[in-house]
């Protein structure tokens, strides 16, 4: 079994001064769902926006499936969310012809209904504009002066888009279940996609972090490809001149990494370089996905915090308080300026 460092990726900002303790409380880490749409009030799937803690999103899905009476599959929702915290989420129940059951008993002490609204398509994954997040640092260590200086970085300019720790599982063994998957051990169909999406993370972080260490991962470089911000989109410009750098220093755009499979990654010149040596120095990962079927994407190498701002307390915490575009992650700013526990 290989021993996969999934957390020692360059920094942007010279790294943590210091240590905190985050989640040690409910209210701690709060998260709240941004909705990409506004439900149209009529259709067949009931939406809830429920309010849980103690409780992960696969667990309520199930929840809410027995109460209604449905199948899983007629569940949906837009992204996992962790146990660890305070999370106000959207779920979908499709209930086509059938009035709502009461969804009153449901509530608990850990799970509340703050919204009931129909609509006419499931939830899909992904179908967020973002999340908001609340985060209480408690017992904090650090310079607290660098901590400043790093945050007013951040917010001007971004931090790096990795995939956070949770993706790839206790000590990355994410990762060494899907080797043996490529090497042909049966696997439940759930799990599959689990194991598919932390190998495609593992690669784009590689790619990432050495864009990091080159200090290229928020310029362009020759055969870039590039994301449009708050969009899916990206694109390939014809030029790479002042206008394409402007829009890069106002956060219009951003470089792109490549999320491996089949297809044509677009990538060119020195961009391409350094992907293709990632790729060539993982062969095992690359074309076990590529024989799985996925489809290559591209995922933006830096992300913008939206209304950052933060207090540090006299009781040895810092709290903080942003949002960020769905697919980022908190815990993935955090690391830039604390080491968490």
Not at 148 to 158: D, F, R, T, V
Not at 214 to 241: C, I, K, R
Not at 256 to 277: C, F, P
């Amino acid at each position: 079994m290989t021993d996969y460092n999934v957390s020692d990726w360059a920094y942007a900002y010279g790294g943590p001064s210091g240590q905190g303790q985050i989640k040690t409380q409910t209210d701690d880490f709060v998260v709240e769902e941004l909705l990409s749409f506004t439900p149209e009030g009529s259709g067949e799937h009931v939406f809830l926006y429920l309010e849980k803690s103690g409780e992960n999103t696969e667990y309520v899905a199930r929840l809410l499936a027995r109460h209604a009476g449905v199948r899983q599959r007629d569940i949906g929702f837009a992204g996992l969310k962790d146990r660890h915290g305070r999370t106000r989420q959207w779920f979908s129940i499709w209930l086509p012809g059938k009035d709502d059951p009461d969804w009153r008993q449901l509530q608990t002490d850990k799970l509340k209904i703050l919204q009931i609204v129909r609509h006419t398509r499931k939830l899909k994954r992904g179908a967020l504009s973002g999340n908001r997040f609340d985060i209480l640092i408690r017992n904090l260590q650090a310079d607290t002066d660098q901590i400043e200086q790093q945050l007013n970085q951040i917010k001007i300019g971004g931090f790096p888009n990795y995939f956070g720790e949770q993706r790839f599982g206790h000590q990355g063994r994410n990762l060494n279940a899907a080797l043996a998957m490529f090497q042909g051990v049966k696997v439940k169909r759930e799990q599959q996609s689990i194991y598919l999406s932390a190998v495609r993370s593992y690669l784009f972080n590689l790619i990432l972090s050495e864009r990091v260490s080159q200090h290229t991962w928020n310029q362009a470089m020759s055969g870039d490809v590039f994301n449009l911000n708050h969009t899916h989109s990206s694109f390939v410009p014809e030029h790479y001149d002042q206008i394409l750098d402007e829009r890069l220093a106002v956060a219009d755009i951003h470089p792109t990494g490549v999320l491996w499979g089949k297809g044509d990654s677009r990538v060119s010149a020195d961009a391409a370089a350094i992907e293709q040596q990632v790729i060539a120095g993982h062969e095992d990962f690359a074309d076990g996905l590529i024989k799985a079927g996925l489809e290559v994407d591209r995922r933006a190498l830096r992300a913008m915090p939206e209304s950052l701002s933060w207090q540090f307390t006299a009781e040895n915490c810092l709290r903080l308080s942003f949002v960020l575009p769905a697919g980022s992650y908190a815990t993935v700013l955090l690391r830039e300026i604390v080491k968490t526990t």
